[in-house]
């Protein structure tokens, strides 16, 4: 091989190499416009197996909650005690969430439940940490009001943690609940409830409040 058929191919070797490398930093890095997106982990990546039921994104790596999270996530920051509990309220979707949250507490809780019913669990001992789900796939009840208000008392206390998630029902019976504009409707008004909860002087919905998608 000449000299010259040397530098060619070497040059074309670099080459390969070069956009092999820009394709690798676009496709797997930390930007946040790909990884920090639901897109990752809801369209992109496998089960690891069958029995954990353990999704892997493609491109990153998920981290596996413990026991531990979800005493400091209960932890208070106005006090070193956890006392308080999380409130699940929505459909199935969210109780599902409900129980996989449970789980990190106790792994063999009783996931066959009554369905389209409240759940409510508690773990005595030194942690206290309780959780509760109530059924109301449209966000329309008495308790998610009582819960957008900031009206607690003796039988609903503040959560630490709120979770709110509804649209299947909205889909599944359109003709009733509006469908798409109706399930709009809904999460406008739940929406604007939590930037009243912001404002000085109002009662906080919780420490942290979530909404599912």
């Known amino acids: 091989m000449t000299l ?5 191919v070497t040059t074309a070797a670099v080459a390969v190499l070069a956009v092999a490398t820009l394709y690798a930093l ?3 890095s930390g930007s946040s416009r790909i990884h920090n997106h639901c897109q990752v982990l809801q369209r992109s990546g496998w089960w690891v197996d069958n029995t954990s039921l353990v999704w892997q994104p493609q491109g990153c790596t998920q ?4 026991y531990d999270d979800v005493v400091r996530c209960m932890k208070s920051p106005r006090s070193n ?14 109780r599902n969430k409900f129980f996989a949250w449970a789980r990190l507490v106790d ?9 389209h019913s409240d759940i409510t669990v508690r773990w005595p001992g030194e942690a206290g940490i309780a959780a509760q789900f109530v059924w109301d796939p449209y966000l329309t009840g008495e308790v998610t009001q009582q819960v957008l208000r900031g009206a607690y008392n003796e039988t609903l206390e503040q959560p630490r943690l709120v979770l709110l998630g ?15 504009v109706g399930w709009r ?9 939590l930037a009243e909860s912001r404002r000085t002087g109002a009662t906080p919905i919780a420490d942290h409040v979530y909404i599912s998608p």
């Open 4 to 8: 010259k058929e040397r530098v060619t």
């Open 26 to 28: 676009a496709r797997f």
């Open 63 to 66: 981290r596996q909650y413990v």
């Open 81 to 94: 005690s956890v006392g308080q509990y999380a409130l699940f309220i929505g459909d199935s979707t969210v």
């Open 107 to 115: 792994a063999d809780i009783d996931g066959d439940t009554k369905v």
């Open 166 to 180: 509804a649209g299947a029902w909205h889909l599944r019976y359109a003709n009733e609940s509006g469908g798409i």
């Open 185 to 193: 409707r809904t999460m406008d008004g739940v929406v604007q409830r």
